[in-house]
């Protein structure tokens, strides 16, 4: 599998639904493959992977979980103050870094 579609692959991990408790860009730090998500209020959301990649998903935030999707694929990512914790590849992306 070449690294531009796992890219992909991945973005699409990343982003279902509609929700709130979220809202604007997100940036990726040193753990994780994304460089930026940034949350829009019609419960969409932009995906932009290091290399650079980008793509459209959606989102539902449930409590103090959200959950992301894309291409048929689903992440949880926990809601931690300015930031956001997923699991492994994913990493943790914050507001304002």
């Known amino acids: ?5 796992f890219a992909v692959g991945l973005a699409a991990v990343l982003i279902a639904g509609c929700g709130s408790g979220v809202s604007g860009t997100y940036n990726g730090g040193d753990d994780s493959f994304l460089k930026s ?7 969409k959301v932009d995906v932009v992977l290091i290399n650079g ?3 459209e998903g959606t989102y539902e935030v449930d409590g103090d979980k959200v959950r992301v999707s894309a291409n048929g694929n689903t992440n949880e990512l926990t809601i931690d103050g300015d930031c956001l914790r997923g699991p492994l590849m994913v990493g943790t992306l914050c507001k304002g870094e």
Request: charged fraction near 20%; proline fraction near 0%.
């Open 53 to 55: 990649v980008g793509g």
């Open 37 to 43: 998500m940034t949350f829009k209020g019609d419960g």
């Open 1 to 5: 599998m070449s690294r531009g579609i």
